[in-house]
C-alpha cells in the first residue's frame, strides 16, 4: 500500500513537471491582430512624440544661440546658424520617419500573417502615413519656420 | 540663369566705365577744391548706385531661382539657397564700401595735396560716412532682411 502511494506521488509530481514545461515551452498567449495593431500604434505614437520632443529640443537650443549673438555678427554667419538648424531638424525628423516606418511596415507584415481583416490593416497604413506626413508638416511650417523667423528677427534688429 | 549673369556683367561693367570716367576727370584736370570735392562726391555716388544696382540683381536672381523651386522642396535647400545669397550680397556690399572708403581717402589726400581748406575735407569725409552707412543699412535692413522673409514665406507654405 506504502509503496503504491509513493508511486503515485511521484506520477502527480512528474505530470505537474510536464505540464510547467509544456507552458514555458508554448510561451506566452498569443496576440490577437487588435493587439498587435494597437501595440504597433502606440509604438508609432511614441516615435512621433520622441521626434517632435527632439525637434522641440533643438530649435530651443537655436534659439538660445541666435538670441546670444552679438548685433555686430555679420548677417552670413546667422544665415549659416539657420541652415545648419534646418539640416538639424531634418535629420531628426527623416530619423523619426524613418523608425515610424519601419514599426509600420513589421506590423503590416505581421497583420497580414495573422490574417488580420482588411479594416485593422487600412488603419493601421492610416495611421502610418498620418504620423509621416505630421512630421513633414510640423519640420516645416512649425520649427524650420520658427527658426526663420529668428533669423528675420536677427537680420532687422540693430 | 543665363540672363542674370548678362544682368551682372552688365552691371559690372557699368561701374567700370563709371570708375574709369570718374579716374580720368580726377587725374585728368579739375584743381581746385571745389571741383576736386565735386568729382570726389560723383565717384562715391557712382560707386553707391552700382552697388546698389548689383545688390537688386542679387535679389532678382534669387527670387528667380526662389521661384523655380517647388513648394515640396525640403526646406534644407532653400536654407542653403538664402545662405549662398546672403554671403554674396555681404559681398557686394562690402566691396562697394571699401571701394567708396578708397575712393574718399584719394580725395581727401588730393584735396590735402592742394592746400584745400578743412572745411573741403570734413565735408567730403561726412559724405562718405553718410554714403557708407545708407549702403551699410540698404544692405542688412533691405537686402538681407528680404531674403530672411522669404525663407519665412517660403517655410510657412
Known amino acids: 500500500m506504502e509503496v503504491f502511494k509513493a508511486r503515485n506521488a511521484a506520477l502527480v509530481a512528474v505530470g505537474v513537471l510536464l505540464a510547467a514545461i509544456a507552458t514555458v515551452w508554448a510561451g506566452a498567449p498569443a496576440l490577437t491582430p487588435g493587439e498587435v495593431a494597437a501595440e504597433c500604434m502606440a509604438d508609432m505614437d511614441e516615435q512621433y512624440a520622441l521626434a517632435l520632443d527632439r525637434m522641440t529640443t533643438e530649435y530651443l537650443s537655436f534659439a538660445a544661440t541666435m538670441n546670444a549673438l552679438p548685433i555686430e555678427t555679420p548677417v552670413p554667419r546667422a544665415f549659416k546658424l539657420f541652415s545648419g538648424e534646418c539640416k538639424k531638424l531634418d535629420a531628426i525628423a527623416r530619423g523619426g520617419s524613418s523608425k515610424i516606418q519601419k514599426i509600420g511596415s513589421k506590423c503590416l507584415t505581421k497583420l497580414g500573417r495573422l490574417g488580420a481583416e482588411q479594416q485593422l490593416l487600412d488603419d493601421v497604413a492610416t495611421a502610418l502615413d498620418g504620423h509621416v506626413d505630421d512630421l513633414a508638416i510640423e519640420l516645416r511650417r512649425t520649427y524650420q519656420k520658427e527658426a526663420a523667423d529668428r533669423l528675420s528677427t536677427f537680420v532687422q534688429s540693430n | ?157
Open chain 2, 1 to 157: 540663369m543665363g540672363m542674370m549673369r548678362l544682368v551682372k556683367c552688365g552691371v559690372a561693367a557699368l561701374v567700370l566705365g563709371v570708375i574709369v570716367q570718374q579716374g580720368t576727370a580726377i587725374g585728368g584736370g579739375p584743381e581746385s577744391p571745389d571741383d576736386v570735392a565735386a568729382a570726389c562726391q560723383l565717384e562715391m555716388f557712382a560707386l553707391r548706385d552700382a552697388a546698389t544696382a548689383a545688390l537688386q540683381a542679387e535679389l532678382i536672381a534669387f527670387d528667380a531661382a526662389m521661384s523655380e523651386i517647388s513648394a515640396e522642396a525640403v526646406g534644407v535647400d532653400v536654407a542653403r539657397l538664402g545662405a549662398a545669397t546672403s554671403t554674396r550680397l555681404d559681398k557686394i556690399g562690402l566691396r562697394a564700401i571699401a571701394a567708396i572708403n578708397k575712393s574718399a581717402n584719394r580725395c581727401i589726400a588730393k584735396l590735402n595735396r592742394i592746400g584745400a581748406d578743412v572745411s573741403y575735407t570734413n565735408g567730403t569725409d561726412a559724405q562718405r560716412i553718410s554714403i557708407v552707412t545708407i549702403l551699410g543699412d540698404s544692405l542688412r535692413f533691405s537686402a538681407q532682411a528680404a531674403v530672411a522673409a522669404e525663407m519665412v514665406e517660403f517655410m510657412d507654405q
